[in-house]
């Protein structure tokens, strides 16, 4: 077991690959975003390259723009698995990988939210993780009654307390406080029984919440959002976060923002794992890998790329291809949409250009080259203050990540940069943070409890 620090590893799942064009790769399932079996050869590849955790990104709705018309029919990023339900079927057919998913703190309530992450935290005995987002597209407000999603101060004001709540269900009960003693008939001990009791600007909740503390103690929590107010609640809640940067420098700051943010919360730097996306594309020399993203960068249409790019910049179809990128008046995510501009500006890309340089990462950074190449990559920001770990970026699934765990990860393990076997049965375990101490625990509320007894008598 490696004391020493190591890269940690997690794979993006969503859709049949990251790439715009995944779905036409000649080796991706064209179906595979709805078939269970595409998702187990997925997870399972990913737990022998003995990564971290499975990853899933969600919208709650279609989150792209019909912009231009037709973009929409021509992608696969449409239809996706509901991910806790996805997660738990993955559950039963891997053994030590780490499953997060994405739920959004704006369209849920925080009780369901607690109570479905510690069911999959039972279910997988340990390895389950929530990636908190904030929901920012006008699509999804669509679903929950109102016509646009709310502001960001809003979003993320409603994302802190929403947290906060589901922190405080996870320590209804303290670790042993079920004696299930069947020649006394007590069930469980009552002075370890938490009542939330929470009262604040956005939820009552009262608690407890009906699912036993879990086997991490409470689920590992993931965010993303890049914002001040997105930092500013990584900082104060997350163990790992996952984020998008270009370029080195780009890293650096930001990692340095958010655990310089921590010592307010008190908490050590060390608690919170940063974990950049890289979409990493190795061949066996740089001209195998280059053909390999060849492959999928010609089956990008111009449709699609406009539609890649109205997500953030809005529609660009009015100008031409072959022209420069305009100053866009209807941005729409503003982290990534800065990411978008300072690619094109630095590039001097036009339109297509643009478009192309971002099919693969999104904004994420791309490396393509030789096993030797990719871990350079990997081992410059992890050693220069920019990450803790990546989240790994498949173009397209499942062969994408085969690649990574067949090359790069014995690169990686090469330089003693990677694990070589799993350190512990859990993700928290797996990702080195400590196990959450139940804030209330010894804090005796016998009367609350012995009342909520006699009730269910
Ligand atoms: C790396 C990254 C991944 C994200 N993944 C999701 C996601 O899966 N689902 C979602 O609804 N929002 C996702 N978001 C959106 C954030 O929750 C947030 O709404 C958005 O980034 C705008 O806030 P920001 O400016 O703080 O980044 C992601 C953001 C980042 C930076």
Known sequence: ?????????????????????AWRHPDAPAGGNMELQHFVRVTQAAERGLFDMAFLADGVGIRFHDEPPGALCHTSKNVQFEPLTLLSALAMVTERIGLVATASTTYNEPYHVARKFASLDHISDGRAGWNVVTSVTDMEARNFNRDKAPGYDARYDRAAEFVEVVRGLWESWEDDAFVRDKASGLNYDPGKLHVLDHHGPHFQVR?????????QGAPVIVQAGASEQGRELAAATADVVYAAAQRLEDAQAYYASVKGRMARYGRAPEALKIMPGIMAVPGRTRQEAEDKYAVLQELVQPVVGLGALSNYLGDLSG??????????????????????????RRGGLSI???YLAVAGGNGHRLVIGTPVDIADAMEEWFLNGAADGFNILPPWLPGGLEDVVEMVV?????????????????????????????????????AIAQALGSAAQ
């Open 410 to 446: 014995p690169e990686l393990q090469r330089r003693g940069l990677y694990r070589t076997g799993y350190e512990s049965r859990t993700l928290r375990g797996n990702l080195g943070i400590a196990w959450p101490e139940h804030r209330r625990a010894g804090v005796k509320r016998a």
């Open 207 to 215: 608690g407890p919440l009906n699912v036993a503390r879990t086997p």
């Open 352 to 354: 297509r250009q643009l």
């Open 1 to 21: 077991m490696a004391s020493h620090r190591q890269i940690r590893l997690g794979v993006s799942m969503i859709g049949l690959g990251y790439h715009l064009a």
């Open 319 to 344: 100008f031409p291809l072959e022209g420069p990128v305009p100053e866009p008046t209807n941005r729409r995510m503003h982290s990534r949409a800065q990411i978008f501009l300072d690619i094109a």
